[in-house]
């Protein structure tokens, strides 16, 4: 079973920045990629961006060049760096976990963040 635990929402103004963190715990050797997403209010949920175990990366085009997926495997930790927040990008912020040889995705609780005009 994987565990994660996001922090680091909150409300910003737009033109700066937030960090978001996903803290893995549990069957971590079995984790093959991580992702953030997020979900307005009356929107479906969408895809930001995901990491591989081998770091290879890939962006929604919505965020492509504002926003940054990183990993720190001593720290079993995922974050999410977003530069130049718009408006647009407020919502609760999901991570997740794939796993080798099974089907299931893991998620944590979310995170807010809010972008002010």
């Known amino acids: 079973q994987v565990q994660l635990v996001e922090s680091g929402g909150g409300l910003v103004r737009a033109g700066g920045s937030l960090r978001l963190s996903c803290a893995a715990s549990?069957?971590?050797?079995?984790?093959?990629?991580m992702g953030w997403h997020r979900q307005a209010p009356g929107k479906q949920r969408e895809l930001v961006g995901t990491?591989?175990?081998?770091?290879?990366?890939n962006y929604a085009d919505s965020v492509k060049g504002r926003f940054t997926i990183s990993r720190d495997g001593a720290k079993n930790t995922v974050y999410l760096l977003m530069n130049s927040l718009k408006p647009e990008d407020t919502a609760a912020y999901y991570c997740?976990?794939?796993?080798?040889?099974?089907?299931?995705?893991?998620w944590g609780q979310g995170t807010q963040v809010s972008v002010s005009s």
């Open positions: 990491i591989t175990r081998d770091d290879l990366t």
């Open positions: 549990g069957g971590l050797f079995s984790i093959k990629a």
């Open positions: 997740s976990a794939d796993v080798m040889n099974s089907p299931r995705r893991y």
